[in-house]
């Protein structure tokens, strides 16, 4: 069936610093990629997605490529702050109609104060 | 717009009990999405309704577990004899029926003493 590998489960760092969370998939189809992101009490938000090859997903600073030939779609911010300490999700589902989401094992990013 | 509302926030029921969770979708959504969420194995999906009907529900547990949506403005996932194990976060999501995104709501923590 399809999967989603997030290597990283925390990851800490400093404010200001580049992040980096790696999504790699495996999917029978062409899968559409999404990351969402889930703060304590709630339920995971959408923060952005890709459908095709090479397009780039972006929202509040965060961005991925989708990259069919290595079958990733990482997660990057130039400059993380406090306000993203949350746990990040790496998803997969249909491109064109509804469908349940494959999610990866989730990420949590631990900003510090530098 | 005030997003997929879910009751009970939260849900403690003694073992062998039964647990309704209500999920209102988001007007216009006609797609809804269960799933549940632990430390453990984390977010798995359940089961998927399209315009109330009943569409995948490879999901659920073959057992106790049981998923309706009698009107487009309400989904119920019903637990019936609560065992341990089915302690985890419940939540639903509905989005539009042409694919994209799905929005969550805050999520029914469930325990089960």
């Known amino acids: 069936g399809d999967s989603v590998t997030q290597t990283e489960g925390q990851v800490a760092l400093s404010e200001e610093d580049f992040l980096t969370i790696h999504c790699n998939y495996s999917?029978?189809?062409?899968?559409?990629l999404f990351w969402y992101v889930q703060y304590p009490g709630e339920g995971p938000q959408f923060l952005f997605r890709?459908?095709?090859?090479?397009e780039k997903g972006s929202s509040r600073g965060f961005e991925a490529t989708y990259d069919k030939g290595t079958t990733s779609f990482h997660l990057r911010k130039a400059s993380v702050q406090e306000s993203d300490s949350a746990v990040y999700y790496c998803?997969?589902?249909?491109?064109?109609?509804?469908?349940?989401?494959?999610f990866g094992s989730g990420t949590k990013v631990i900003p510090c104060l530098p | 717009n005030a997003g997929v509302i879910q009751t009970p926030r939260h849900k403690v029921t003694g073992k062998g009990q039964e647990a309704t969770l209500w999920c209102e979708p988001i007007?216009?959504?006609?797609?809804v999405f269960w799933y549940r969420q632990t430390i453990v194995q984390g977010l798995e999906f359940l089961t998927y309704?399209?315009?109330?009907?009943?569409?995948?529900d490879s999901g659920m547990p073959k057992e106790r577990f049981s998923a309706q949506m009698p009107n487009q403005s309400h989904s119920t996932l019903k637990i019936q004899s609560t065992q341990p194990q089915d302690s985890a976060v419940y939540l639903c999501?509905?989005?539009?029926?042409?694919?994209?995104?799905?929005?969550f709501g805050p999520g029914t923590r469930l325990t089960v003493l």
């Open positions: 998803a997969l589902g249909d491109r064109g109609f509804a469908s349940a989401l494959t």
């Open positions: 890709a459908s095709r090859d090479k």
């Open positions: 999501a509905s989005s539009r029926l042409g694919g994209g995104e799905q929005y």
């Open positions: 309704f399209r315009n109330q009907a009943p569409i995948d």
């Open positions: 999917a029978s189809g062409y899968p559409a």
């Open positions: 007007s216009g959504h006609s797609a």
